[in-house]
């Protein structure tokens, strides 16, 4: 049987003008690794003309690249691909410009390096779609500093951290939030809706979970639903001198593996608040002390969890506040006595 002869340039442009998308011949490859705009043909592998902008264009990015990709004019593409390599890829926008994400999402095959969405950038998630990942921690994590938009679910699989800045507002996206594997690394404060307001499910638990770091928490609202299919744990660690609420109810889809780690200790103890009645967390176990914990910790609703941390480690939670009060009264205590022996 003879092969087919590769499809030329002119052929892909006579192809385009008799109406059929060159998003059906080719992914279009972003080629400039120093930055660009997304309105220059000679960025892109497509030249000397643009990729399709109707939806149905499949983008990819070398995992190398270096620059900032600029999306200079609103968007629609299909999804995004990410090669492997250990550079930072970033999108961001100029001019307000929105880059609007259809079903196919986002596949990154990074298992180095960052992928960056830019805080100029408003994402808008046009439809349900699942965020894959290759790496594991902060290698091949995303950095989601774009505002999201749109009413897709999103479902981010693979043990790659997202890291989601306190500049995020997402109160414009509907959308829920699946992990599955991995964990949350917020960072800043939690006053804009940092992962929408519907529900967060956490699955996987052998390396799941929400970290906190820098300044300035506030309350994540959202309901809580931890799908447990491994044998780890659930973590919930902090370390910043803030207090942390969690405003939403939290439940379990069957029997956790292992207890809810709740870690406040570290060089800024902070407090945990949990505010929901967590009536439908039906695990026997629930929350547990793994590690040191030094901030203050309450359970507002349904104080019962109190009797799931071991005897020890209830009296180190509620002792942290007062233990410092009652060491304070006793080197008062101990100053005045030694000044009254002066004085005799």
């Known amino acids: 049987m003879k092969s087919l002869p590769p499809i030329t340039l002119p052929a892909m442009l006579a192809l385009s003008v008799a109406g059929v998308p060159l998003s059906l011949l080719a992914d279009a490859t972003w ?6 705009v997304w309105s220059d043909t000679a960025n892109w592998s497509t030249d000397p003309v643009l990729p399709s902008n109707d939806g149905t264009q499949n983008i990819t990015f070398n995992g190398s690249m270096t620059g900032t990709s600029t999306v200079d004019a609103n968007w629609s593409i299909s999804g995004l691909t990410m ?6 890829i970033t999108i961001d926008a100029s001019g307000g410009s929105i880059l609007t994400l259809g ?11 960052t992928t960056t ?23 091949g994590r995303i950095y989601l500093t774009s505002d999201l938009t749109g009413t897709g679910n999103v479902t981010m699989t693979g043990n790659s ?3 989601v800045a306190g500049t995020t507002d997402t109160s414009g996206w509907s959308g829920s939030f699946t992990k599955d594997g991995g964990s949350v690394n917020f960072q800043g404060l939690l006053g804009n809706n940092p ?4 529900t967060i499910t956490l699955r996987n638990s052998t390396t799941v979970g ?24 659930y973590t919930f660690p902090a370390n910043i001198n803030a ?5 939403g109810n939290i439940s379990s889809t069957s029997d956790l593996g292992e207890s809810i780690d709740l870690y406040n200790g570290g060089s800024e103890p902070h407090p945990l608040r949990f505010t929901g009645d967590n009536s439908g967390l039906t695990s026997a176990k629930t929350f547990a002390r793994h590690r040191p914990m030094t901030g203050r910790l309450t359970f507002v609703a349904q104080k019962s969890f109190w009797k799931t941390i071991m005897p020890s480690e209830r009296i180190t939670a509620c002792m942290s506040n007062w233990g410092r009060i009652i060491q304070t009264l006793l080197m008062n205590v101990a100053v005045t006595y030694w000044q009254l022996i002066r004085t005799m």
């Open 31 to 36: 080629t400039d690794t120093d930055g660009g």
């Open 83 to 88: 090669d492997d390599g250990a550079g930072t």
């Open 103 to 113: 079903s196919a999402g986002l596949v990154s095959n990074k298992t180095a390096g």
């Open 117 to 139: 969405f830019g805080s100029n950038l408003t994402l808008d998630l046009d439809a349900d779609q699942t965020w894959s990942t290759a790496g594991s921690g902060n290698n």
């Open 161 to 163: 951290t997202l890291i």
């Open 195 to 198: 992962l929408g307001s519907q």
């Open 210 to 233: 929400f970290y906190f770091t820098h300044a300035g928490y506030g309350t994540l609202a959202n309901d809580i639903i931890l799908e447990d299919v491994g044998t780890g744990r």
């Open 243 to 247: 207090e942390i609420v969690f405003g």
